[in-house]
């Protein structure tokens, strides 16, 4: 069995200890991280090693950065999607046995309009394209991360309220869709089919407390793993407790050996 969680931290200097305990209590075979907000060499390898952890990392200083852990060892290591268009650390992958993983980290968009909310739309398109380029359907493919999407109404406790939002917005929604119709499957969507499970809840407002909450962290598989997905489900409890990150992970397992 191999269970893939992602978790969007919010600072990992923040959520080290939080993490570490989450690590150490869950059993996961592979985390995948994102908005590590350090750099490389900042990024605590050693620890995670210490426990047990292979680590690959794609840092930034402040802003942005994915990670991948996972308790056996990793190949293939590659960062970024390598088009020439690359600024920010967004995208890491890395072999897992014979699984390719992909730890994404989507920009959020802003303000829908903004120069960075182009931006949103152009990094999912070249998302899209690198899997064109560099991926097939019929691999053995996770793709993990905060893609601060949620694709259908189901996916977002209030829709009205966030209808027209960078989170929600028809353009960022169809974008999305062209990345799953590439040949990818949700996995969570395999195993609710109903309202929810949400991923996110604003730390405002009160968001997590009255569950206004969206699912914009997927595992997507291709069909090679999505046949073989046995459990999805939000770690729920991670959002609880002292200085959270805003996200809970999510998590999927799949009956590979």
Not at 8 to 21: F, G, Q, T
Not at 140 to 146: E, N, R
Not at 194 to 218: C, E, V
Request: hydrophobic share 40%; glycine share 8%.
């Amino acid at each position: 069995m191999l269970t893939l969680a992602t978790y969007n931290v919010n600072s990992i200097r923040a959520r080290l200890d939080r993490m570490l305990a989450w690590l150490g209590r869950t059993k996961y075979d592979v985390a995948c991280l994102q908005e590590l907000k350090v750099t490389d060499e900042q990024f605590p390898c050693e620890m995670l090693e210490q426990a047990g952890w292979h680590c690959a990392v794609y840092g930034q200083r402040a802003y942005n950065g994915v990670a991948i852990l996972s308790r056996s060892p990793l190949a293939d290591v590659r960062a970024g999607l390598n088009d020439g268009g690359e600024a920010d650390a967004r995208l890491l992958t890395a072999r897992v046995g014979d699984v390719r993983i992909v730890s994404a980290y989507a920009p959020n968009g802003q303000i829908v309009g903004s120069t960075k909310w182009k931006y949103k739309l152009e990094w999912l398109g070249r998302l899209n394209r690198w899997l064109e380029h560099n991926a097939s359907p019929s691999e053995p493919l996770l793709i993990a991360g905060d893609f601060n999407v949620a694709p259908e109404d189901r996916d977002v406790a209030r829709p009205e309220e966030w209808r027209n939002s960078v989170l929600c917005h028809p353009e960022a929604r169809a974008a999305f869709h062209s990345i799953v119709q590439w040949g990818l499957v949700d996995a969570m969507r395999l195993h609710h089919t109903g309202d929810g499970p949400y991923t996110w809840w604003d730390y405002r407002m009160l968001g997590f407390p009255k569950n206004n909450g969206l699912r914009i962290d997927h595992v997507l598989a291709t069909r090679p793993l999505a046949d073989l997905c046995q459990s999805a489900h939000v770690d729920r409890d991670e959002r609880k407790g002292k200085q959270p990150s805003d996200h809970a992970p999510a998590v999927a397992s799949f009956s590979v050996t």
